[in-house]
């Protein structure tokens, strides 16, 4: 298994950036495909991004071409780059990692997760 802490929330005005980082420790880092999901007061959880294997990723449609998820497997970190925020992207997000299920988009399917960092854009 595999444990994780995320980290990097904060308070930013809209059109900034902050970069998210999810330290892992436990069972080898790179057997796992990696995800990062949000949740706002009063809404369901939802998938953000994810990474796994040969490189590939997948974005949800509302944060394409602003957000970006990357990996250090020497540091056994993922991280998750955010740009031209807007309030719309106001949440908790979590960092979780799946064992079997690369790529999902789902949260039934992650196996670990972090604790979550709040993240608060202002108009």
């Known amino acids: 298994q595999v444990q994780l802490e995320d980290s990097g929330g904060g308070l930013v005005q809209a059109g900034g950036s902050l970069r998210l980082s999810c330290s892992a420790s436990g069972r080898t880092f790179s057997s796992y495909a990696m995800g990062w999901f949000r949740q706002a007061p009063g809404k369901e959880r939802e998938f953000v991004a994810a990474s796994w294997s040969g490189g590939r990723t997948h974005y949800a449609d509302s944060v394409k071409g602003r957000f970006t998820i990357s990996r250090d497997s020497t540091e056994n970190t993922v991280y998750l780059q955010m740009n031209s925020l807007n309030p719309e992207d106001t949440a908790v997000y979590y960092c979780?990692?799946?064992?079997?299920?690369?790529?999902?988009?789902?949260?039934?399917?992650?196996?670990?997760w972090g604790q979550g960092t709040q993240v608060t854009v202002s108009s």
């Open positions: 979780a990692a799946s064992r079997r299920y690369y790529g999902s988009t789902v949260s039934y399917d992650y196996d670990s």
